[in-house]
């Protein structure tokens, strides 16, 4: 099996990654590649063999929780390759590149599946949470799943 690696998505990559995208109606990815060339975040996309297989996103606008890993996404079909841990370890090697000691997320508390490969991760619960007065439908794809909020989780770049 061949090493999944992880770069900065380019603009050649925008047609793979937008026929995978999972709710090709908000164009989350086009959103993305917009604000990484704002320099408001970076786009990264990970690789198996020269195929994209996923995509993740640093975000740096929201100044308490400075950088933020977002929208996390392997292809289902390429999931178990290492894709996902390529992209953290990636993502997080950009947030200390740019000087930050420490990198954020943000997760529905009863999605129990991520939660445990954030921990996994080395992730740790600040206690926090992130309150949505306005929960938006566009990210799920069924109306009463919509979380109002979200537990913050923390990861210290100093030690690693």
Known sequence: ????????????????????????????????????AKETGILAVAENEGQIVGSGFLDFVDEALQPEVK??????????LGAGQALWTWLEG??????????FLSVAPDNAKAISLFLQLGYAPTGDHLIIDNPSTHVVADPDQVSTHYAIYRKSLRAY
């Not at 925008?14 to 604000?35: K, M, S, T, Y």
């Not at 929208?71 to 178990?80: A, D, K, M, S």
């Not at 947030?95 to 990198?103: L, N």
Request: charge should be negative; charged fraction near 40%.
């Open 1 to 36: 099996m061949s090493e999944v690696t992880a770069r900065r998505a380019e603009e050649r990559d925008l047609d793979d990654l937008r026929a995978h995208q999972p709710r090709p109606e908000i164009d989350l990815v086009g959103q993305r590649f917009e604000e990484m």
């Open 71 to 80: 929208n996390l996404w392997i292809y289902p079909e390429h999931r178990g």
């Open 94 to 103: 950009q947030a200390r590149d740019k000087g930050y000691d420490e990198v």
